[in-house]
């Protein structure tokens, strides 16, 4: 906590210049359909930094959850064994290209050399990961924060505009816990992007990084 209030006084002086929004680098890449997921994504916080076997069982009842909506792919099986490394975002590394993009809506504070990501409390501060989904793959997205105050709440959602966004996730953090460790994961049955997009309704918090890792099917 001691390390948040210090970010936060030089936050507090910068904030001015940075309300804005924070986009990746633009490249040249062809303009993808955003879609939908292929089923209801799902949340897992535990109050705990969340273990690989407990991603991986995420991963299997996500799949098994779109099996049982989806009886033309129930042939399907996921390929573990075919699944490339997790990409990992980062402050200094918000843009793969190919496989992910952010996009940082009214930031506190944007100090790429420091590594410090900050957002105000409500949804216009906000942050949005573009995942370039493929066809027939799942994904899930490990995602670790800093917040001001504990016990407090994060909203994590699918869509462009937080105010319209599918199927919103709230979850109250841990009392006495300012790291925060969450995973989300959903289905893309169609090739495009899927944003999913992450805010607090009631306090302050940072960006700390993303790992993303897709599975075929």
Known sequence: MRNFAVLLGCSALLAPAFAQTVA???????????????????LLYTGKPI???EKDKLLTSTFQAYLAGAPEARSHHLN?????????????????DGIVDTLSRSPRLVDIGAGQLLFDEGPSSSLTFNVFAKKDSAYVIGIGLLTVETGRHIVICV???????????????AAGTDV??????????KT?????????????????SAELTPTPF
């Open 24 to 42: 990746s680098p633009v490249t040249n890449r062809p303009k993808v359909a955003t879609v939908s997921p292929a089923a209801k994504p799902v």
């Open 51 to 53: 273990t690989a076997e």
């Open 80 to 96: 573990r064994n075919q699944a490339p490394p997790p990409t990992l975002v980062t402050v200094d590394k918000m843009f793969w």
């Open 159 to 173: 869509g462009n505009d937080l105010f319209t966004c599918q199927n919103p996730e709230t979850f109250q953090t």
């Open 180 to 189: 925060i460790h969450f995973v989300y994961a959903f289905i893309a049955d």
């Open 192 to 208: 495009g992007e899927v944003p999913v997009a992450i805010y607090s309704p009631d306090t302050r918090w940072q960006f700390l």
